[in-house]
T-cell receptor, first 111, second 112 residues
Framework: QKEVEQNSGPLSVPEGAIASLNCTYSDRGSQSFFWYRQYSGKSPELIMFIYSNGDKEDGRFTAQLNKASQYVSLLIRDSQPSDSATYLCAVLGGATNKLIFGTGTLLAVQP | DAGVTQSPTHLIKTRGQHVTLRCSPISGHKSVSWYQQVLGQGPQFIFQYYEKEERGRGNFPDRFSARQFPNYSSELNVNALLLGDSALYLC???????????FGPGTRLLVL
């Protein structure tokens, strides 16, 4: 079982719709969770982080965490073509504070 | 404020050669981490340094080494390059006591 799993996609949504990106993790002791956006040929850019169960909202982005189910998600409201990118879920692991990434989900927002 | 900077941006080497990649963290950040990202995969952890000491090492061979300098900049060295070392090498910095890591633009390495 991979430590962090994401559906590779592509996830295609029409402009203005809600995009829902999902991630599961295997280490029940994980405490910190991150979403990064990566445009093709670029480096990852931090979108959201969440530490507590529940929802965290920042503009059009909402991160949701359910530690009991070992599940974290990212919702993007009013999706725009500029949101088209790969979204990487990352979990902070171990004493080294290393980030453990999923393989990423490719999101395509159709105009 | 300047973000994380990395140099060079692109590099082409041949098998067996050695490469040095450089990273400067965000001002005030004392921790630097290195990641390797091959096409189609998420970044994989290589090293983390804090206050010039190695805090963690990922599952990479001894051909990979790193160090951090008194000004908190860092170098990643890879010896005896293999074709499979072709990847985007990412440096990330984080603030003291902080868990959030911010990535630089990366160095794209191609080994021929």
């Amino acid at each position: 079982q991979k430590e962090v799993e994401q559906n590779s996609g592509p996830l295609s949504v029409p402009e203005g719709a809600i995009a829902s990106l999902n991630c599961t993790y295997s280490d029940r002791g994980s405490q910190s969770f991150f979403w990064y956006r990566q445009y093709s040929g670029k480096s990852p850019e931090l979108i959201m982080f969440i530490y507590s169960n529940g929802d965290k909202e920042d503009g059009r982005f909402t991160a949701q965490l359910n530690k009991a189910s070992q599940y974290v998600s990212l919702l993007i409201r009013d999706s725009q073509p500029s949101d088209s990118a790969t979204y990487l879920c990352a979990v902070l692991g171990g004493a080294t504070n290393k980030l453990i990434f999923g393989t990423g989900t490719l999101l395509a927002v159709q105009p | 404020d300047a973000g994380v900077t990395q140099s060079p941006t692109h590099l082409i080497k041949t098998r067996g050669q050695h490469v040095t990649l450089r990273c400067s963290p965000i001002s005030g950040h004392k921790s630097v981490s290195w990641y390797q990202q091959v096409l189609g995969q998420g970044p994989q952890f290589i090293f983390q340094y804090y206050e010039k000491e190695e805090r963690g090492r990922g599952n990479f061979p001894d051909r990979f080494s790193a160090r951090q300098f008194p000004n908190y900049s860092s170098e990643l060295n890879v010896n005896a390059l293999l074709l499979g070392d072709s990847a985007l090498y990412l440096c990330a910095s984080s603030s003291p006591g902080g868990e959030t890591q911010y990535f630089g633009p990366g160095t794209r390495l191609l080994v021929l």
